[in-house]
C-alpha cells in the first residue's frame, strides 16, 4: 500500500468519525468542532440517562450506575487506543480522540434510548 493509499484511508475514516469536520479549515479548527460535537453528544447521552433513571427502580439503577462507570472507562480507553493508533502524538490525534468518543456516546445513547423502551413497555 503506497503513503498516498494509507493517507486517503486515514482521512476517510476521520471523516467517518466526525463528518462535518469538512466544514473546519485549520487542524486546530477541525479539533476543536470534533470536541464541541463530543460535548454534544455527551450532553444528549446525560438527558436520555437521566430520564431512564427517573422511570427505573432502585435495584436497576445500582446496576445501570455500574453499568455507566464501566461504559465510560471503556469509551476513554477506547478513543485513546484508536488516536494514538492512527496519529500518536500528531496533530490529529484529538479529532481523532474526540470523534471516537463522540461516536461511541451516540451508540450509547442508543443503548440508553432501547433501554428506556424497554421499560416502558
Known amino acids: 500500500m503506497t503513503i498516498n493509499n494509507i493517507i486517503a484511508c486515514l482521512f476517510i475514516s476521520i471523516a467517518t468519525f466526525v463528518p462535518s469536520v469538512a466544514q473546519a479549515q485549520s487542524q486546530h479548527e477541525m479539533n476543536e468542532q470534533a470536541l464541541n460535537e463530543f460535548k454534544a453528544a455527551d450532553a444528549e447521552l446525560n438527558k436520555v440517562y437521566k430520564k431512564l433513571v427517573s422511570k427505573i427502580d432502585a435495584e436497576s439503577k445500582t446496576k445501570l450506575l455500574i453499568s455507566q462507570k464501566a461504559w465510560i472507562k471503556f469509551r476513554d480507553a ?27 456516546t451516540e451508540e450509547r445513547t442508543k443503548q440508553l434510548l432501547e433501554l428506556l423502551k424497554q421499560y416502558a413497555e
Request: hydrophobic share 45%; charged share 20%.
Open 78 to 104: 477506547e478513543a485513546e487506543l484508536i488516536a494514538d493508533f492512527n496519529a500518536r502524538g500528531g496533530s490529529m490525534a484529538p479529532l481523532i480522540y474526540h470523534g471516537e468518543k463522540a461516536s461511541l
